[in-house]
């Protein structure tokens, strides 16, 4: 077999996405728009298939409906390659009859899939991150150092490791120590990395201590991976990978480029807006290595009598004499005139309204898709499909996470009008 026939690869869909609520009301964490075009799954598949990885596997369970719409209409591989993406969703079996209970329970309950591909190593990998990594170089020092299990880390100062799992590792970089998510000022000291260590990362004067954290993305052989399934334990950060201490060879592979945990409202919000940046920290213009997604053959963006400043826009919006300051705006977004948006992220609709639809709304005073005139919207997501009336006024400013009228949302001080409501004239939040 051919190196890249080597691998198969593995993408956590996660859980409720409970985190992410209300984005996660009625999709699943992969499926969550991002960048006014894509989707967060599609940063582990597009990081796959750059790095010649073609079999790839996506473990999920709740609201997939819209996961599989997006598979299906973006990820087509020829019959000779073998490639394929596929969807494996939690189901009842002879042996098991609920959900997945962690991430090491799902990739447990799809062993026997994994089984049926001719693979040496298993890339488990993460669905709510933003990165651009070739796995092929970490799956080449798995190999080189006889490594049973390789766990991509990360260099984080010490002030910024909340909620991270901490390793800590020899000058060879084996793994001698893993802490979940550490607290203790103490435990997370005698995790931080050395001047020897920080030296052969190419950093010789931190500015402060710094501990190696995982990324969730961990390189398994296949005969490792069956023995660290073998029992009843649940999650690989938790449990298993501080099981496998002494008892595998486990190592870090130290990553130094940009990446992101969209984990949280108020990540998924930053993440989306620093793209808007005249030097974004994440470049989806790097054609060495593009992100893919799926092609709608939508008309270009229209932009009519309008100031626009740090802005991405997606295909097919129309923009008309308003005033745009850092926003992502989506495909088939519709702004009317008057509007003033800034840091917000509107994820657009997924179909225009007909002219007959139109005409029926106009006459009924409903909202039609998007934003109506003269509205003033700061510090807000609007999820896709939404109508909001003329003259709305939408931010968190001064106001509490909870539940407003009209179904919308504040959390982690982001203001959030869900997936399909309604908001009408004249409504101030």
Request: proline letters at 5%.
């Amino acid at each position: 077999m051919s190196s890249e026939k080597k691998v198969v690869a593995v993408v956590m869909g996660g859980g409720r996405g409970t985190r992410l609520h209300p984005l996660t009301t009625e999709r699943c964490k992969p499926a969550v728009p991002l960048a006014a075009k894509y989707r967060l799954v599609d940063i582990p598949i597009s990081n796959c298939i750059n790095s010649s990885i073609n079999r790839i596997f996506i473990l999920t369970q709740f609201h997939t409906a819209s996961l599989h719409r997006h598979i299906q209409n973006t990820y087509h591989f020829d019959p000779f390659g073998g490639g394929f993406v596929d969807i494996l969703s939690a189901e009842q079996t002879d042996k098991t009859s609920d959900w997945y209970q962690g991430t090491a329970d799902a990739v447990r309950r799809n062993l026997q899939h994994l089984r049926n591909e001719e693979h040496d190593y298993v890339l488990i990998l993460s669905g709510d991150q933003l990165y651009r990594m070739d796995f092929s170089k970490i799956i080449a020092e798995h190999a080189s150092t006889g490594a049973d299990v390789t766990i991509a880390a990360m260099p984080i100062p010490v002030s910024k490791i909340e909620g991270l799992g901490l390793m800590g590792v020899d000058d060879d970089l084996q793994i001698t120590k893993f802490a979940e998510k550490p607290k203790d000022p103490a435990v997370i000291d005698g995790l931080a990395m050395g001047q020897a260590l920080e030296a052969k990362l190419g950093n010789t004067d931190p500015a402060e201590k710094r501990c190696l954290a995982s990324m969730g993305i961990y390189v398994f052989n296949r005969k490792a991976l069956d023995d660290a399934l073998a029992n009843d334990m649940t999650d690989f950060g938790k449990e298993v990978i501080p099981s496998l201490l002494g008892v595998k060879q486990l190592n870090a592979y130290a990553f130094e480029g940009y990446w992101e945990d969209i984990g949280t409202v108020r990540a998924f919000f930053e993440t989306n807006l620093a793209i808007t940046d005249a030097l974004p920290p994440f470049d989806f213009f790097d054609e060495s290595a593009p992100i893919y997604t799926r092609n709608r053959s939508l008309p270009p963006c229209k932009i009519n009598n309008s100031a626009v400043k740090n802005a991405v826009l997606g295909d097919g919006c129309i923009i008309e004499d308003s005033t745009i300051t850092r926003a992502v705006i989506s495909s088939r977004s519709f702004v009317r005139s008057g509007c003033v948006l800034e840091d917000v992220v509107m994820m657009g609709s997924d179909s225009y309204e007909s002219a007959a639809d139109f005409e029926r709304n106009a006459a009924a005073s409903i909202p039609h898709f998007g934003l109506g005139h003269d509205c003033r919207i700061k510090g807000a997501i609007i999820d896709k499909n939404t109508r909001i009336g003329d003259r709305v006024v939408l931010s968190p400013h001064g106001k509490q996470d909870g539940v407003y009228q009209h179904g919308v949302v504040i959390r982690d001080g982001v203001l959030v009008v869900p997936k399909g409501v309604t908001i009408p004239h004249g409504f101030e939040l």
